[in-house]
């Protein structure tokens, strides 16, 4: 039986503009994850820049597998709440597979 890996949505936030919208779309945004087991792993946290530039707020929420992932992202309660942030902030939302504890860097060389 083959491992489903976790999956992560990963979102690099600029320029986010707080109003009523956004405020909205936090409030609102947990509601929308917890059918499909997503929680966040970082969120809000202001990190520490050690390489490169780096302007804005890193997201990531993790989920069971990428089969949830992807249900959730186009689920109609979140779809119904996306605009609420994609109109209010600039930034690079990417999904990924994640890999098992026993992943060594030249796995990706095979």
Do not use: C
């Not at 609102?28 to 050690?50: K, N």
């Amino acid at each position: 039986m083959t491992q489903r890996m976790k999956a992560y949505a990963i979102a690099y936030l600029r320029n986010v503009r707080m109003g009523a919208d956004i405020v909205e779309y936090l409030e609102r945004i947990d509601e929308t994850l917890a059918p499909y087991d997503g929680h966040f792993l970082v969120h809000g946290a202001q990190p520490e820049q050690i390489e490169g530039e780096w302007e804005g707020a890193p997201i990531v929420i993790e989920f069971p597998d990428y089969d949830h992932l992807r249900d959730w992202y186009e689920s109609p309660d979140y779809r119904e709440i996306l605009p609420l942030r994609t109109e209010n902030s600039d930034g690079v939302v990417i999904f990924v597979e994640g890999v098992d504890r026993k992943h060594k860097a030249t796995d990706v060389l095979v």
